[in-house]
């Protein structure tokens, strides 16, 4: 079970390993291995709705980065079994982040949360949001009326979400952020100062000039390369769907105490 209150760093670690939001995670290091190949090769469903360009035609390239900065295993010549996300490069990132929300926080910027992932971190994303909110900065309500050819995009919990038939659905595309960015530019409104998400909704904010920070798996590398070149000021790197929602409440309540956004 969850362990109660705001941890530790030490105890977040364990947590996290135990949950299997780090340490040896679900994601087979086939499935890893193709993610990157796939990037490598210009499929741009992997881009996450950021433009790499020719930059990133090597997968190991795409596997060196990804050792680096999630902690998946660095032997190319490992091609089956199970795959690993470093808890402490976790932990780490999760400090990073924190230092940004304290910067919008103290700025009472506007901040704009959205999840492709919403079976998994929504709730993380809400209560981040209210965290900040009761900081006093504007948690930005998108326009009425978006969609994508996907679905339409909502927003439940201050988080912007896919709706697909009755369904908030899991999406990695950029198209639900750039619908909201191009929706707020045509009403005249400005744009968020920080976008607090995931997939392709932090990657399309960030190609955007946006600041942009969030969370991706080990098999989702675009974020991360995005990280590496700047595109993207923090990712978190974890596995984004682990049994319980429930998992990713110590992550959480560490994350806001690191920014200074609890009592």
């Known amino acids: 079970m969850p362990i109660p209150g705001t941890p530790s760093r030490a105890e977040l670690v364990d947590h996290l390993v135990r949950t299997r939001i780090t340490g040896d995670v679900a994601t087979p290091r086939e499935n890893n291995l193709s993610h990157y190949r796939q990037l490598a090769n210009g499929n741009r469903h992997y881009w996450l709705g ?20 999630v902690g998946v295993h660095d032997d190319p010549e490992y091609r089956y079994g199970q795959d690993t996300i470093d808890p ?38 809400r209560a981040t949001a209210a965290a900040l909110r009761t900081a006093g900065c504007e948690i930005v309500v998108i326009p009425d009326g978006l969609q994508t050819d996907e679905g339409y995009v909502m927003q439940f919990a201050d988080v912007a979400v896919l709706e697909h038939g009755a369904t908030l659905w899991h999406t ?26 995931d997939h392709g909704w932090a990657g399309y904010a960030g190609q955007h000039g946006v600041d942009s920070v969030g969370y991706a798996d080990c098999n989702d590398p675009a974020l991360f390369l995005a990280e590496a070149e700047g595109t993207v000021q923090v990712v978190v790197p974890l596995d984004d769907h682990v049994v319980s929602p429930r998992y990713y409440d110590p992550m959480t309540a560490f994350l806001l105490g690191e920014a200074g956004l609890v009592e």
């Open 50 to 69: 950021l433009e790499l360009g020719d930059r990133w035609t090597d997968e190991q390239d795409v596997l060196a980065v990804m050792a680096e900065r």
């Open 88 to 125: 402490e490069l976790t932990v780490a990132a999760l400090e990073r982040m924190a230092g940004r929300l304290r910067k919008a926080a103290d700025g009472q910027q506007r901040v704009l949360f959205a999840t492709g992932h919403p079976g998994g971190l929504l709730d993380v994303h």
């Open 172 to 197: 990695h595309s950029g198209e639900p952020m750039k619908a909201i960015l191009t929706g707020l530019e045509r009403e005249g409104r400005p744009l968020p100062d920080l976008v607090v998400a």
